[in-house]
């Protein structure tokens, strides 16, 4: 059997499909991970907070989910490091620091604010851009920059370092953003930290780099809260 799989892999690589069939590689990919997600939520049960299945999206319930972790997970006085990664008009970004009033509690916010780096569905290339956010307090720092430039300058100076619990946000929308992000913040990750996905049901997109993540690093987890049919999910490391 061996000899025979080689053999017809080395024959269709021989017939060079992709050069004919190439355009059927992404949709082949997105109904893949659709089935993937699928799989997954029926694998996954939520005990909290979920809405699954809603008819409409509705933005505002993020915050929904966002006070539900901090009541179920008695985050409001706990000092936290929060990151967030994709800041853009910093609304998210806000609410955590508002909510959280903890005086060793850090914020660090994360972007370009000038845009996506590259094509993401329908938003071309540079969509999305904002101003850096005017927040008030001194427990916040935002640093400006692709995630590739940016983070291993910042986590070699130690902020994570701390044994706080940590809150990363997640909203990059791209897979390549939301991977990097994952797999640099990985040595930094403890059991009882929580990661929050806001775009997290795309599937080529932040669900693929969710996988592709605790896959390869065999991280066990607990889904804690989802909604907009898990548009927006919530998950704690190691159940």
């Known amino acids: 059997m061996k000899k025979i799989a080689s053999f017809l892999k080395g024959f269709i690589l021989f017939l060079r499909p992709g050069t004919w069939l190439g355009f059927l590689a992404r949709p082949l990919q997105w109904c893949s991970n659709v089935i993937r997600l699928s799989r997954w939520i029926a694998s996954n049960p939520v005990d909290g907070l979920n809405d699954?299945?809603?008819?409409?999206?509705?933005?505002?319930?993020r915050y929904q989910l966002y006070q539900y972790l901090v009541q179920q997970e008695d985050l409001k006085e706990t000092a936290i490091d929060y990151v967030e990664l994709g800041v853009s008009m910093g609304l998210s970004f806000q609410w955590?620091?508002?909510?959280?009033?903890?005086?060793?509690?850090?914020?660090?916010?994360?972007?370009?604010?000038?845009?996506l780096p590259e094509k993401w569905g329908l938003y071309d290339?540079?969509?999305m851009s904002a101003s850096i956010p005017q927040v008030e307090g001194t427990r916040h720092e935002f640093v400006k920059g692709l995630f590739q430039e940016t983070l291993p300058g910042f986590l070699k100076t130690g902020k994570l370092s701390e044994p706080k619990k940590k809150i990363i946000h997640l909203d990059a929308d791209l897979f390549s953003s939301t991977l990097y992000g994952l797999t640099s913040l990985h040595p930094y990750l403890r059991p009882g930290d929580i990661l929050i996905f806001?775009?997290?049901?795309?599937?080529?997109?932040?669900?693929k780099a969710f996988m592709d993540y605790m896959e390869s690093y065999y991280v066990k987890y607990k889904v804690l809260a989802a909604v907009n049919n898990y548009f927006q999910v919530a998950v704690k490391i190691g159940g």
């Open 96 to 115: 955590w620091v508002k909510h959280n009033t903890h005086v060793d509690s850090r914020f660090y916010g994360f972007d370009t604010f000038e845009g």
């Open 52 to 61: 699954f299945y809603s008819p409409f999206r509705d933005y505002a319930k």
């Open 198 to 207: 806001d775009e997290f049901s795309v599937p080529l997109h932040e669900f």
């Open 125 to 127: 290339r540079g969509a």
